[in-house]
């Protein structure tokens, strides 16, 4: 962490709001539901797109006769799939550097062929959505029903016709990994254990249903998009290529986003036909997908198979881990991300704090007749975690070793930094010690074993679950870039100082509840000394903030922010240049503290910044000859020394298993995180907490359910169970801080942490319950069916 | 002024946030719609449109519905208060202060309804306000973001300032 | 997700109500408080071509007693029936089965005519009509039926409701002397439908249980008196009583739960309500989680 010309470093800065839990400026207007969110964009001439969707898995349109719907009243179009593809040109799902990726073009609207329960083919535009679904029933259309490839085991087999003929079999991507020698690590080990781990397909649900409204002046040549999504400016180049517009002519906001955790940076074919709609239409149409749309189109999730063995030394020592895993992500790769990510993620991360040398990782992505899936929050991560230290439980029951020991025992120690994991990937600086020091503490381990043992004597069963793991954070573009996607891994921060000594700061990372806003203003605040309440931010606008990613795998205040700081140390130079001249002091020996320039040695005031912009903006005059003010200051920043940030973190669970009805009650929770520099400890806690909580969904509520036919079985809210207040645990939080020195700030990112962890810890509790009965689990969701099986009892 | 014949959409009169105010409201419309449609009041927010997500959560004669379960046309002659009301009322200033200083919220959809099962477990004199009753209470909630818990904190503080505060005062607030 | 067009009328008596209801027929549909079928409208589930909408009818509302039976109003919301003071002296087992019923919101419009009306198979109160002895008293054009609750549920989403005829009140009788009742449901989240519940009333002597009526919810397509069960409780053998269970109940067999779990938690259930009735421990028990 350099020091900058005051000879301060970020963390010591005068009036610094780092590392306080400053509220959100931003949160405010969201408590008094002054939120403004797509759908409460108000503009004339609205049309209203609704969209039909498939009711098969996999079938041929054979016939498709939209003239009844469009003698329906308040229709303004109805459209098919070739009719849009004349305006909006179809995409392929793959990447460079997945090597041997394959999808088929997907289009907007399907042409000829639908491929999930789900699939948008034709759309209906009237004055209001009801009218709008009125018209969807009018709508005269004949399937051929087609073989629908549903389970992902069966998707290879040679008597599974490929979903692509095309393509010659349902194999969408492959990788294989094998360092060292497995085969002898295994040959000579004292225990091997052996698990097959089954991860349920689930999806993100954000409260705020997807939603993009369009908005096409053809006398401006301008398409103006407002949409609730991560990445404006990866949408703006997606929407220029595919809808032939230039950049200037798109413009994409996305102001307030209902939540996102990766369901919102994909590209979605319903919201590319709303852009073509616009276009074709001449006039703003909007798409708020319903809840129930929702569930068959956002992309869904995990729907892993993996199974995985591990070699132990007597004494405890992890030796190898052999693993192979399959996924089914649906009928394409999902546009420009991929769907091969997750499985890829697995690879490099399962067992990723430990110090073996020798794996071995397969993992094969198939094609299915079922909603796609893609990135969602914590790719990969939950699967590694669960894998991993499941498996090193069952090692640690069967050398009749404590569970923690063995972790403790097999970490990557803190003073080996840096050094690479076994699966290749780099690593600065992790505290994977110091975390489960201050995790033993914290959750006073030694005392809940006790109360456990007391506890069973009783007949009550409760049980411990831990979870280490490694976190992938602050992208650089060896994440997508490198393979030929246009998503930007640099952001940018520009920041203006105003007449009355205020600053607007623009970036380029995006809100979506996670507190962007408020770190941005906090770090803009601290660097130019300006008071946190005369900051502005402004984001999410393709037109107004620099050029820049937006947010995605955790990068909002590591890239961001460190943007920020930059541009904000930069603007301070500049300023204190000025007023240097106009004091005539030595710049150096000044500073900005509490919004006025200041002797920086003493802190005695020399000039109110209010002062300095009058003079500036409206004398500028009375400047000393030469003086040239440039009151605005641009920095970018993409991290450069490693290709992610990768973080730690240990989590632990308690759980009661109520061993006659299956239930488990959720007691409490603990996670030790490193983030590196904690911004805000306010919101990276809550940040933390809301992962547990959707980790801990995907372990024993969240399941979307598919019959043999490919017809989704659970999607209503009423039905597919996200977690709720009533079933969750207080949770408790803690840091470890190992700064990142890529940059100035030291953040590294913590939104993946707490999904990443969280169903490891819960399933491993609920097995350390079970373990007195013989019984285990395996499969997430733990419902109680499975923990029933499990007993024997049903 | 009971719409009692049968018809497709029907003028109703109702007091909104204080106001008395009419429209005329298609009988299929739910009151969701109706509110953010016709009154701009665009706090209501739609999670599911079918009950579940709580986020539509608002006050119709003072106790907590879901908007997207009422049909506008039986807002007849009711009292109807949302987020934006119960603001401009400073009724809720301490619950949002507290929802804010606890960082209880995170993209804030869910908030209005958040805050509006709150006021009403919060005006309800013998509503216990344990940590384990206030999760039941917002059972009903959906909030993907925050992980609850410092929702928990905010109403519980809440609840706890409105009990130890002088009663006057704590009158005001339930008023 | 929005609702099908249809046209919508708000009677402000019975008889303007039931009259509606006879000149439109099947096409006309009551509206109650609508928890359940503004759903199945935004849904586009039910698509009514009326709905005659009971809820400014005031004669239809509220709990009162007369000689020995207290009688709710069918449009009386969930959570005052629960509250009322006569209810949690008189009939304590419906005010413990309130906090299960959804949530503070669903339970401030629901009402109880309408939930008993529907006859969903995984809901609170027509398993406590059924176990409480209650009678349905239902209104058609010009008269007035009343029906044990034993005949009133008849399948899934199915009753002894005639067309044109609605549920006006529920009638309880007020439980005698040496009256114990029990209540338990297993639901996988706070609120949410029974994967099983338990309603139960009977009386207790030094000798055990007698007139047991055990009404089981969400296991089978209407909510079932398990009277075999409940002969075998009243006998003193507990294992008996749950072997009963396998002929007596009809569990789905959902996707996300297996009927055989339902089968099995219906036995831990009728244990553990059985066993606080014989022992005169009267509270309710709650169990939601994984």
């Given at each position: ?574 300023v204190l240049a000025v007023a240097g001249a106009i004091l005539q002091a030595d710049p150096g020996s000044l500073d900005i503290r509490d919004g006025a320039v200041v002797d920086a040695a003493t802190g005695t005031e020399r000039m ?187 | ?175 | ?147 044990a609750a034993d005949a009133f549920f008849l399948g899934l989403y199915t009753t002894a409701l005639e067309p044109g005829e609605i549920v006006t009140a529920i009638e309880f009788p007020v439980p005698g002397d040496g009256a114990v ?110």
């Open positions: 962490m350099s020091a900058d010309l005051s000879g301060l470093t970020f963390l010591d800065r005068p009036n610094s709001y780092i590392g306080r839990s400053v509220p959100r400026p931003n949160a405010r207007r969201l408590l008094e539901g002054r939120g403004v969110y797509v759908d409460d964009v108000a503009v004339a001439r609205l049309g209203h797109v609704a969209f039909l969707r498939s009711p098969h898995a996999h079938a041929r349109i054979v016939a498709l006769d939209t003239a009844d719907a469009k003698a329906m009243p308040g229709v303004i179009a109805v459209v098919t799939g070739p009719e849009l593809a004349a305006v909006c040109t179809p995409w392929v799902g793959v990447l460079g550097h997945f090597k041997g990726l394959r999808s088929a073009p997907q289009h907007a609207l399907a042409l000829d062929r639908v491929t999930w329960v789900g699939e948008p083919f034709c759309a209906v535009v009237a004055r209001s959505r009801a009218e709008a679904e009125d018209a969807l029933a009018a709508i005269m259309v004949e399937f051929d029903p087609l073989p629908a490839v549903v389970d992902m085991e069966t998707a290879l087999e040679s008597a599974t016709p490929p979903i692509h003929p095309e393509l010659g079999d349902n194999l969408a991507f492959e990788r294989v990994l094998d360092v060292g020698d497995v085969d002898a690590a295994f040959r000579d080990a004292a225990v091997v254990v052996e698990e097959t781990f089954q991860f349920g397909r689930h999806t993100g649900v954000c409260l705020e249903p997807r939603a993009i409204l369009a908005d096409w002046a053809a006398a401006d040549g301008m398409l103006t998009v407002h949409h609730s999504f991560q990445a404006p400016h990866m949408m703006q180049d997606i929407l220029c290529k595919h809808l032939a517009l230039s950049e200037g002519a798109v413009r994409v906001i996305c102001k307030d986003v209902g939540g996102s955790f990766g369901i919102k940076v994909h590209i979605y074919p319903d919201e590319m036909a709303t852009c073509a709609l616009a276009l074709m239409l001449k006039r703003p149409v909007k798409f708020v997908a319903d809840r129930l749309e929702s569930f068959q189109s956002d992309i869904h999730a995990r729907d892993h198979r993996v199974t995985a063995r591990m070699a132990f030394s007597a004494e405890g020592d992890i030796l190898a881990l052999d693993m192979d895993d399959l996924t089914g992500i649906g009928p394409y790769s999902v546009y420009p991300r991929t769907s091969a990510v997750e499985a890829n993620q697995v690879v490099n991360l399962t067992g990723g704090p430990y110090r073996h040398q020798h794996y071995r990782a397969r993992a094969r992505v198939v094609l299915q007749n079922k909603a796609p899936t893609c990135q969602y929050r914590a790719v990969g991560h939950p699967i590694a975690t669960m894998v991993a230290e499941g498996l090193i439980d069952l090692g640690a029951a069967r050398l009749g070793l404590d569970p923690f020991a063995v972790r403790v025992r097999n970490v990557i120690p803190d003073d080996a930094y840096p050094c690479a994991g076994v699966s290749g990937i780099k690593l600065e600086k992790l505290s994977h010690q110091a975390a489960l020091a201050k995790l033993r503490a914290m959750m006073d381990y030694d005392g809940l074993r006790e109360e456990q043992a007391l506890l069973r004597q009783r007949g009550i069963h409760r049980g411990i679950g831990l979870a280490a793991f490694i976190e992938i954070t602050n992208p650089s573009a060896a994440f997508y870039g490198v393979g030929g996607a246009r998503i930007s891994a640099q952001d940018g921060c520009t920041i203006r100082l105003d007449p009355q000594g205020g600053v607007v700061a623009a970036v380029s990372v995006t809100e979506q509840g996670q507190g962007t806003e408020g770190i941005i203003a906090q770090i803009v605040a601290t660097a130019t000394g300006v008071p946190m309440d005369q900051v502005r931010v402004i984001s999410g606008d393709t037109q107004t903030t620099p050029y820049g990613g937006g947010t995605w795998a955790s990068r909002g205040a590591g890239i961001g922010g460190e943007a920020a700081w930059q541009a904000g140390k930069a603007l301070r130079g500049n109110p910044l209010s002062e300095l912009g009058r003079i500036v903006y409206f004398r500028p005059d009375t400047l000393p000859p030469g003086v040239q003010p440039e009151f605005v200051a641009t920095r970018h920043y993409v991290p450069k020394d490693y290709p992610f940030a990768f973080t730690n973190g240990v989590q632990a669970s308690y759980v009661e298993v109520d061993t006659e009805t299956g239930f488990v009650r959720l007691l409490k929770h603990w996670c030790v995180e490193d983030c590196g520099t904690v911004l805000n400890p306010l919101l990276v806690d809550e940040q933390i907490r809301g992962g547990i909580v959707q980790g801990i969904g995907g372990a024993l509520f969240e399941h979307c359910l598919y019959d043999a036919e490919g017809q989704l079985l659970n999607g209503s809210m009423a039905d597919y169970l996200v977690p709720m207040a009533g079933e969750m645990p207080d949770i408790d939080v803690a840091h470890v801080v190992s700064a990142t020195a890529s940059s100035e700030i030291g953040a590294k990112g913590a939104g993946e942490a707490g999904t990443a962890g969280a169903p490891a810890a819960v399933v491993n509790a609920i097995n350390d319950a079970l373990a007195p009965l013989g019984a285990r689990v395996s499969r997430q969701p733990v419902t109680p069916d499975v923990v029933l099986e499990a007993l024997g009892l049903i | 002024m009971a719409p009692e014949s049968p018809d497709r959409a029907h003028a109703v009169a109702f007091t909104l946030n204080g106001e008395a105010v009419r429209a005329h409201v298609p009988a299929r419309m739910h009151l969701g719609d109706l509110l953010r449609e016709s009154f701009g009041l665009t706090g209501v927010h739609l999670g599911c449109e079918h009950g579940v997500c709580g986020a539509c959560t608002i006050l119709v004669d003072g106790r907590a519905v879901r908007a997207c379960l009422m049909l506008g046309v039986q807002a007849d002659g009711a009292t109807v208060e949302t987020v934006e009301g119960l603001t401009e009322s400073g009724r809720i200033r301490d619950l949002q202060d507290a929802f804010h200083t606890r960082n209880a919220l995170q993209c804030g959809y869910c908030t209005p309804g958040m805050l509006v099962t709150a006021t009403e477990l919060l005006n309800d004199a013998d509503a216990a306000t344990s940590r384990e009753e206030i999760r039941a209470a917002i059972a009903g909630n959906y909030c993907r973001c925050t992980g609850y818990h410092a929702i928990v904190d905010a109403i519980a503080a809440t609840a706890e300032a409105r009990r130890d505060g002088p009663k006057n005062s704590r009158r005001e607030a339930a008023e | 997700m929005k609702a099908p067009d249809f046209a919508y009328a708000r009677p402000a008596s019975l008889d303007a109500a039931l009259a509606l209801l006879a000149e439109h027929g099947e096409d006309a549909v009551p509206l109650a408080g609508g928890q359940s079928l503004v759903t199945a409208l935004n849904m586009r589930l039910s698509a009514p071509g009326l709905l005659v909408d009971l809820n400014a009818i005031p004669e239809l509302a509220g709990v009162s007693e007369d000689e020995g039976v207290v009688r709710i109003g069918a449009m009386t919301r969930h959570r005052d029936v629960g509250t009322a003071a006569l209810v949690r002296e008189r009939l304590p087992l419906l005010a413990a089965a309130l906090p299960h019923i959804a949530h503070p919101a669903i339970r401030n419009r629901g009402t109880i005519g309408g939930s008993v009306a529907l006859a969903d198979p995984a809901t609170e109160w027509p398993a406590c009509c059924l176990a409480a002895g209650a009678t349905i008293v239902v209104r058609g054009p010009g008269t007035e039926r009343r029906i009742w029990g209540f338990e449901e297993l639901s996988r989240r706070h609120g949410d439908y029974a994967l099983v519940g338990l309603a139960a009333t009977g009386r207790r002597s030094a000798v055990g249980l007698s007139d047991l009526r055990l009404a089981f919810f969400g296991v089978a397509d209407r909510p079932v008196l398990a009277r075999a069960a409940a002969a075998a409780i009243e006998a003193g053998d507990l294992t008996g009583a749950q072997a009963a269970l396998a002929d007596e109940l009809d569990p789905p067999d959902d996707p996300a739960t297996r009927a055989a779990t339902r089968l099995h938690l219906a036995r831990v259930v009728l244990g553990r309500v059985a066993g606080r009735m014989r022992d005169g421990t009267v509270k309710e028990e709650t169990s939601h989680g994984a």
